[in-house]
T-cell receptor, first 112, second 115 residues
């Protein structure tokens, strides 16, 4: 069964600090790993996507890494801002499938 | 550019009443369409997906149904709502482009409260 596990479930940090969110996946056959940001009451928006052959991808202050051997991904946020407060969802996509596998998300709160 | 619309944005309905949520996509043809539900503090749960007009696949047995009467229109319905149907409903679309990952683009969502 395809699964995506995220940790921590929630995280509180101070503005300006860095943080790292973790994602472990079991998806076969695996093709892509995507991170979404979901603001409260809004739909998720794609932040980064990596194919199985990519190790890292950046989008501004967001940097995602992928280790296809250990089936792990991380999302690193640098110099956090209040607007980073959101849920971050890890998604594993399978080649040829219409249906991605979503993690439950990590809820990040950035305090001033 | 492509856009996705959902309405209504918020809905409060009594138990046992019917439901109709609508989703439309503009700026693309023959998209894959999806309905997700997100309960408070929970992950996204895929309810239905459609790869074409009249083609609906159900992922979770429940008292909800979906229809796709037009290429870019996706409707989520229920004849009788349950308390457990409360949640945040998201519509999404994607298009398969050769050689590129299939991104899902989400609508703004409908918050449903069943009382």
């Amino acid at each position: 069964k395809n699964q995506v596990e995220q940790s921590p479930q929630s995280l509180i940090i101070l503005e300006g600090k860095n943080c790292t969110l973790q994602c472990n996946y079991t998806v076969s056959p695996f093709s892509n790993l995507r991170w979404y940001k979901q603001d409260t009451g809004r739909g998720p928006v794609s932040l980064t996507i990596m194919t199985f052959s990519e190790n890292t991808k950046s989008n501004g202050r967001y940097t995602a890494t992928l280790d296809a051997d250990t089936k792990q991904s991380s999302l690193h946020i640098t110099a956090s801002q209040l607007s980073d407060s959101a849920s971050y969802i890890c998604v594993a996509e399978s080649g040829g499938s219409y249906i991605p596998t979503f993690g439950r998300g990590t809820s990040l709160i950035v305090h001033p | 550019s492509q856009t996705i619309h959902q309405w209504p944005a918020t809905l409060v309905q009594p138990v046992g009443s019917p439901l109709s949520l609508e989703c439309t996509v503009e700026g693309t043809s023959n998209p894959n369409l999806y309905w997700y539900r997100q309960a408070a503090g929970r992950g996204l749960q895929l309810l239905f997906y459609s790869v074409g007009i009249g083609q609906i696949s159900s992922e979770v047995p429940q008292n909800l149904s979906a229809s796709r009467p037009q290429d870019r229109q996706f409707i989520l319905s229920s004849k009788k709502l349950l308390l457990s149907d409360s949640g945040f409903y998201l519509c999404a679309w994607s298009v398969l482009l050769t050689g590129t990952p299939r991104t899902q683009y989400f609508g703004p969502g409908t918050r449903l409260l069943v009382l």
